[in-house]
């Protein structure tokens, strides 16, 4: 059964990056069939996408968070990550990992990690 | 970019009532659209793909249907476990786009 599990830190002060990993297990993150990303929730709101990684390295970024974030994948470690700089009161959020098929159909989800930014 | 209204942003509705969900997508995005299902603290599930695909193991009360700009989402015959948000979501050329959400209340 595949599992995706995120971790990272729970709180980062303002102007300061963010990083988070996700650890996937029951599927080979070296797979051709699917692309891994992060979605986040700021609490009480919506979802928004952030990115997207192939095995391949090819990473796709919302337009809106392009200029601040980077997504990588270590294949040899089965797990990607991400990095958002100049973290703001308005990046906090639950942060999701997730795995996609094609056309951004997101089949499998990480339970979230809550991202607080915060002096 | 692409932009998805979705209406209504919430819904008070009975078990047993059938409701619908309405996701319009500023440009044609084919039908490249997905619903998803969040319940509070968890993260979404997949129901419905491809605008009227139903994932393995999603109940088939819930059903899509739609192409180009206009897009449905239905729920036949409400049950308990279905109070929850529900949010589409559309891909085109590698992006994506969630819309607002719709929160389906008890009544």
């Known amino acids: 059964q595949l599992q995706l599990q995120e971790s990272g830190p729970g709180l980062v002060k303002p102007s300061e990056t963010l990083s988070l990993t996700c650890t996937v297990s029951g599927n080979s993150i070296s797979s051709s069939s699917f692309y891994w990303g992060w979605i986040r929730q700021p609490p009480g709101k919506g979802l928004e996408w952030i990115g997207s990684i192939y095995y391949g390295g090819s990473t796709y970024y919302n337009p809106s968070l392009k200029s601040r974030v980077t997504i990588s994948i270590d294949t040899s470690k089965n797990r990607f990550s991400l990095k958002l700089n100049s973290m703001t009161a308005a990046d906090t959020a639950v942060y999701y990992c997730?795995?996609?098929?094609?056309?951004?159909?997101?089949?499998?989800w990480g339970q979230g990690t809550l991202v607080t930014v915060s002096s | 970019d692409i932009q998805m209204t979705q209406s209504p942003s919430s819904l008070s509705a009975s078990v047993g009532d059938r409701v619908t969900i309405t996701c319009q997508a500023s440009q044609d995005i084919n039908n490249y659209l997905n619903w998803y299902q969040q319940k509070p603290g968890k993260a979404p599930k997949l129901l419905i793909y491809d605008a009227s695909n139903l994932e393995t193991g999603v109940p088939s009360r819930f059903t899509g249907s739609g192409s180009g700009t206009d897009f449905t989402f239905t729920i036949s015959s409400l049950q308990p476990e279905d109070f929850a948000t529900y949010y589409c979501?559309?891909?085109?050329?590698?992006?994506?786009?969630f819309g607002q959400g719709t929160r389906l209340e008890i009544k």
């Open positions: 979501q559309q891909y085109d050329n590698f992006l994506i786009t």
């Open positions: 997730s795995r996609r098929r094609v056309r951004g159909i997101t089949d499998y």
